[in-house]
């Protein structure tokens, strides 16, 4: 009998985006190695463990070194690897040098990354074009993104423009990035559809459920023909989370798209991350249920949060629906960002004071350099009138934005100097130099602790 063929892949994304999504990114390492062989055993199509916020919370809040956690997993995993790489943001918030970039991709393909997805929060393809070279350099798979939203600007001509730059700047495969939820069943059908009649490299597709859309945007878009589906393990799943592993492979049984998953196994993770779950209970502040109106305001499962989190410790939480109306009144001023990060944070931030403050009268270095160009070109017009508010005679930039940045190992080499133990350090220090000194500070004052009790005790086991 011949081996039966299995059409659809999925990502899990449970270990970076299901968590980052649920549990405010506090998950530590331990709680992930356990799973580890089951989640070899299942067959993803890949495993996303890193990127995104992981590499902030890991030094910030988690005290644990983010580049031993990905190593760690490599040793523990089979299956491909993959991160999120916010473009020339690499894991922070802002442009980094291309020196720093590079060093950093290829200190990550050396810790074992397989897929690297790259996206720019505008959709500017200037910002990933360094970051797709350096991946295909260094032997690993440069995955370009399309990262969608909805506005007057944006529609299916609009992607597959951003989709064949991409596909001519060498990516090996384009993934639809829905962050919030939006994209209805005929919608990934449609956009599915005419991508996949325009490029020639295989198609992801990554939408959040926070809108509860996603999973029937899965079934469309799969009759459509994409290649794979990021999902996260059922009690890791929903909410703002990922649609549910479990669900779109039972969804799929004796069709044309048939997975190979064992159910079974799959139950078995799912009850290891129900455990686990709980242990991060302070965390778990998801919304419980989908939220439709995520369809009027596009806003990501986390920003609502931080909005929440903002407007309680200013005592003005009241005024939270004034600040969701203000938003989409500054994205059209910014020319309509897709709400992901740094967009979703200088934009959000800006809704809330102009609510509080009054429209534009406080504002951000942030977003002045968004208005001055220096995260790219917004996807449509911005207000000039509101620009010239916010920047005053200053004139905006028309370069690629990291054309501009000194290079920036040599500094952070200086700063790491006394703390360092390994080169991974400087690479720290270059994307977070404060959280990452504290960080290697915090190392230094431990192992120091550790080394003295050892001699304490040799010198009680072995007195001179």
Known sequence: MAKKKYGLGITDTTLRDGQQSLLATRMRLEDMLPICEKLDQAGFHSLEVWGGATFDSCLRFLKEDPWERLSTLRKHLKTPLQMLLRGQNLVGYKHYPDDVLKEFIKMTVYH????????????????????????????????????????????????????????????????????????????????????????????????????????????????????????????????????????????????????????????????????????????????????????????????????????????????LPEVLVELQQVRKDFGYPPLVTPASQIIGAQAVSNVLFGRYLLVTNEVKRYMLGYYGQPPAPVHESVRKQITGQDRAISCRPADLLEPGLPDARLEAGPYMEKEEDVLSIALFPETAMEFLQERLTRKTKIDSQLADVNMNYYPA
Do not use: W
């Open 112 to 319: 074992g990354m397989d897929i690297f997805r790259i996206f720019d929060a505008l959709n500017d393809v200037r910002n990933v074009q360094k970051a797709i070279e350096t991946v295909r350099k260094e032997g690993a798979h440069a995955q370009g993104t399309v990262v969608y939203t909805i506005s007057p600007f944006h529609n299916n001509e609009y992607y597959v423009k951003i989709a064949r730059n991409l596909e001519n700047m060498g990516a090996d495969s384009i993934c639809i990035k829905d962050m919030a939820g939006l994209l209805t069943p005929r919608s990934a059908y449609d956009l599915v559809r005419i991508l996949k009649s325009k490029i020639k490299i295989p198609l992801h597709l990554h939408c959040h459920y926070s809108s509860g859309l996603a999973p029937m945007a899965y079934l469309r878009a799969i009759e459509a023909g994409v290649d794979v589906v990021d999902c996260a393990i059922s009690t890791m799943a929903m909410q703002s989370s990922l649609p549910s592993v479990e669900t779109i492979a039972v969804a799929l049984k004796d069709t044309p798209y048939e997975t190979a998953f064992d159910l079974k196994l799959l139950c078995e993770i799912s009850e290891y991350f129900k455990e686990v779950r709980n242990k991060y209970s302070e965390f778990d502040v998801s919304p419980k249920s989908c939220d439709i109106n995520v369809m009027v305001y596009q806003i990501p499962g986390g920003m609502i949060s931080n909005f929440i989190t903002q407007l309680a410790g200013l005592d003005a939480l009241n005024r």
